[in-house]
């Protein structure tokens, strides 16, 4: 989804019951603590106790039950959601201690626990509400970012093909039938994903100021569907370029059978590479694969490949909390390079070239919306994809969106929709030609 990368790279920090806010003593606790008693029968082991301990003191919203391995349990919290956590590891709570973030995925794809009551979007939503996210200090997040983010040319194919190339029946089977692998645009929360996908679609034509006959780029095409739409109701002129060859494959075969395939062009290739000036340059879901040591550069290619009239939309998945660590476990599985941007990197960024912004809209639960209507979709396909790939890449697609849906309808991911111009009087000075 760009896109997800969690983010679209989809990016989210569960939890930290062992963290540099806890004091000292208690973090020692787990080789050095005596024995913990949780009720009647036999003490709990001392790192359950930890466990529960961090767990009975955090958990104010929303109420958990967890069933340790032995079959004794304890319940924190209050008020809907109410999950059932039921844990079959005795050792499962220790690495999920030490190692949160990428742990609590992993013993998930290994079936170290499950649900019983609730769904995994709501156990995790339980976490992301109470536990303090900037608190992270996971070995997994700690240092190496700008080494993990170096989107060199040759890394960026093979980080993009790990994703996007993947057999076009998985995406087929949970997106909408155009293919829009991105947040959608929900004018009600009851309309439809397609009609949804539609909305967005015309939500950013209208914010590129678009003329008949216009040259547009669109940078990390996909599947061609935004392309089509520009082309089709905009009537102007498009270029795709996408790392996907997976994907290019697809925007050709369904260019070929369009009405407007004369004015339609799609192309495997980098925006580094890219050559020629524009009208207008759309971006939906790309830039959380940039990563953050090559946002000057892809501001500076943008600018090179604008007119001077120009106009520019920029659609991407973005963090709340300020600049931080994209997860390790949605890095390892799911977007390998893949880095959700705060706005401020984004202000900064911007500031080293010759390009207004004009307009930022912060699109809050509309992804939360898209990805609900993906995993039912997949959910509904999920029998065919295990016996074809396997229970664990079942489990770790599902834990991936659920994930970040979690993450968007806890805050602490948005997607912000940046106008940008060479001139900014090439732009409304108000918002009502959107809506007009």
């Not at 024995?35 to 961090?54: A, D, E, T, W």
């Not at 075969?253 to 407007?260: G, N, T, V």
């Not at 229970?391 to 834990?399: A, K, P, Y």
Request: glycine content about 8%; charged content about 20%.
């Amino acid at each position: 989804m760009a896109n997800i990368p969690i983010d679209g790279n989809t990016d989210f920090t569960i939890l930290f019951f062992v963290s540099r806010d806890i004091p000292r003593g208690e973090a020692t606790c787990i080789e050095a603590s005596p024995v913990v008693s949780s009720g009647p029968g036999r003490p709990v082991k001392p790192v359950n106790g930890l466990f529960q301990k961090r767990l009975e003191s955090t958990v104010k919203y929303g109420t958990l039950t967890v069933v340790m391995a032995d079959g004794r349990g304890f319940t924190c919290g209050s008020g809907e959601p109410h999950v059932v956590w039921k844990i079959n590891h005795p050792r499962t709570p220790l690495k999920i201690a030490l190692d949160p973030d990428f742990q609590l995925g992993e013993s998930y794809l290994r079936g170290e626990w499950e649900l019983p009551q609730g769904t995994l979007t709501e156990l995790l939503c339980v976490l992301m509400r109470n536990f303090n996210l900037e608190k992270n200090h996971s070995p997994k997040s700690v240092g190496g970012r700008t080494i993990r983010q170096w989107n060199s040319l040759r890394r960026s194919l093979s980080n993009i093909a790990r994703h996007y190339d993947l057999e076009e029946t998985l995406f087929r089977s949970f997106l909408d039938r155009d293919l829009h692998y991105s947040c959608a645009y929900f004018k009600q929360p009851e309309e439809t994903l397609e009609q949804a996908q539609q909305n967005k679609c015309q939500h950013i034509l209208e914010k590129l100021c678009l003329s008949p006959g216009m040259h547009v780029l669109d940078i990390g095409c996909g599947w061609g569907g935004l392309a089509r739409y520009l082309t089709q109701h905009g009537d102007v002129e498009v270029q795709g370029i996408t790392l996907s060859k997976e994907q290019l494959a697809v925007a050709e075969q369904r260019r070929a059978e369009s009405p407007m395939q004369e004015m339609l062009r799609f192309s495997l290739q980098d925006y580094r590479t890219h050559q020629g000036k524009y009208d207008r340059i759309v971006s939906v879901g790309m830039f959380e694969h940039v990563g953050k040591p090559y946002y000057p550069a892809f501001f500076r290619h943008l600018q090179r490949l604008l007119k001077e009239s120009g106009v520019a939309l920029l659609h991407t998945i973005g963090r709340t909390s300020g600049p931080g660590n994209t997860n390790p476990w949605i890095a390892r599985h799911i977007f390998p390079g893949g880095y959700n941007p705060a706005l401020s990197e984004l202000i900064r960024a911007l500031n080293e070239v010759q390009i207004h912004v004009t307009d930022i809209e912060v699109l809050r639960r509309h992804y939360a919306l898209t990805l609900m209507h993906w995993g039912d979709r997949f959910q509904a396909h999920r029998s065919r994809f295990a016996q074809q790939k396997g229970e664990v890449f079942c489990r770790m697609w599902e834990f991936y969106l659920a994930a970040s849906e979690a993450c968007f309808r806890t805050g602490s991911l948005v997607v912000y929709q940046i106008q940008l111009a060479r001139d900014w009087r090439q732009v409304p000075e108000t918002r009502d030609y959107l809506y007009s």
